[in-house]
């Protein structure tokens, strides 16, 4: 009786492909094109992407993904800001939204009607006889303020601000975290200018979001234990400019700093075991009030 002889192994992927090579793991041959470096040998693709799945992701103090140390988030919001400044000065035909205007020495930027369509307005009636304002049912000006400018000048101050505390902050929380609280201290101080400015006063800016950065930067490094010498003056300067130069929305500003606080506190203070559900409970709660609070000042407008 003779012997058959033997089988030369082929890639259990590629059937037509002789080789001698086995996955580390699963044992089955393996050609090159389909042989992964691993710590000891080759494994499958099937086998990587297996083990991918077993590990854990890495994150961050605070519960939020690593990938906040790319600064994705911070970078589309400033991409985002820049974009809507350029719409704002195309919409302005031949108007001040670039360098003219009335604000810090006219460099501030006049309006637009972009500017006029997004801004934080109680309650007015514009040129052409239509009535505007968030009591009159535009609540999207709460979020789209925060992302409409007064002209250059006032871009670049709020995005370098953006800058340097965004890719920090994103950096300790992981990007949805950080997104988070840069709308919701945002919303926060644009509520607290609807609340307590002229209801035919109409501002708008990202310095409401950015008042709650610096609380939140504040407030994350000092339970990270850093030192936060170098960053309470500039938030007393900040603070300085705002009672101090006209045009500015004071609460505006003061808003936004104790809304993003707020939520800085439940981020960084949530317990271990439950962190990531008890800082959406937290989030949803300051919107709540804020919710509340926007319902009452409509009802008084209205009333």
Same mark, same amino acid.
């Given at each position: ?118 801004? &934080? #307005?109680?309650? +007015?009636?514009?040129?052409?006889? @239509?009535?505007?304002?968030? *009591?009159? !049912?535009?609540?999207?000006? =709460? $979020? ?121 506190? &439940? #981020?960084?203070? +949530?317990?271990?075991?439950?962190? @990531?559900?008890?800082?959406? *409970?937290? !989030?949803?709660?300051?919107? =709540? $009030? ?14």
């Amino acid at each position: 009786m003779s012997e058959s002889p033997p089988t030369t192994p082929v890639c259990y992927r590629h059937p037509g492909r002789e080789t001698y090579v086995r996955c580390t793991r699963c044992d089955r041959p393996i050609c090159p094109e389909c042989m992964r470096e691993a710590s000891v040998g080759h494994q499958c693709p099937e086998c990587v992407n297996e083990g991918r799945r077993s590990v854990r992701p890495a994150r961050t103090a605070f519960g939020g993904g690593a990938a906040g140390r790319h600064g994705y988030v911070t970078k589309g919001i400033i991409a985002l800001n820049v974009l809507l400044m350029l719409l704002s000065i195309a919409s302005d035909r031949g108007g001040d939204a670039a360098l003219g205007g009335s604000g810090f020495g006219g460099l501030m930027g006049g309006s637009t009607p972009l500017t006029n369509w997004g801004s &934080v #307005l109680g309650l +007015a009636v514009f040129p052409d006889g @239509t009535i505007n304002g968030i *009591a009159e !049912g535009q609540w999207y000006r =709460l $979020v789209t303020a925060m992302f409409l400018h007064y002209g250059v000048i006032h871009l670049l101050l709020n995005m370098w601000a953006l800058w340097v505390l965004g890719r920090s902050l994103e950096a300790n929380l992981g990007p949805l975290r950080f997104g988070a609280l840069y709308l919701i201290g945002g919303l926060g101080g644009n509520v607290a200018a609807y609340l307590f400015s002229a209801q035919n006063s109409a501002t708008a800016g990202a310095s409401t979001a950015v008042f709650g950065l610096f609380a939140a930067l504040i407030i994350i490094e000092r339970k990270m234990g850093r030192d936060i010498s170098q960053v309470i003056p500039i938030l007393v300067i900040n603070l300085v400019f705002t009672l101090t130069v006209p045009g500015i929305s004071i609460p505006g500003h003061l808003g936004g700093l104790l809304v993003g606080a707020l939520m800085a506190l &439940v #981020l960084a203070y +949530a317990p271990r075991g439950r962190r @990531t559900l008890v800082q959406a *409970a937290g !989030g949803a709660i300051i919107l =709540l $009030v804020l919710l509340v609070l926007v319902l009452v000042r409509t009802a008084y407008l209205l009333g």
